[in-house]
């Protein structure tokens, strides 16, 4: 598994956290929700992903999009 499969699957995985815990615990829950799509968003645009840096450094191998 490369840096861009596993940047996808960080996001998705905090999208559905964050949408049950906004069901079970709070709705601000989903502020979480929010900053993972501005998060995307911006990297679509700058090609920068923290996350994508920070599993660089654990040395997950790199893929096309985030280098």
Sequence with gaps: ???????LALAGTLVLVSIVLATLVS?????????????LL???????CPA????????VPTGCTFR
Excluded at 27 to 39: K, M
Excluded at 42 to 48: E, G, L, P, Y
């Design 27 to 39: 709705p601000w829950w989903l502020l979480l929700t929010g900053f993972v799509g501005a998060n």
């Design 52 to 59: 994508a840096v920070i599993l660089r450094r654990l040395g």
């Design 1 to 7: 598994m490369n840096v861009d499969r596993l940047v």
């Design 42 to 48: 911006q990297s679509s645009i700058t090609r920068f």
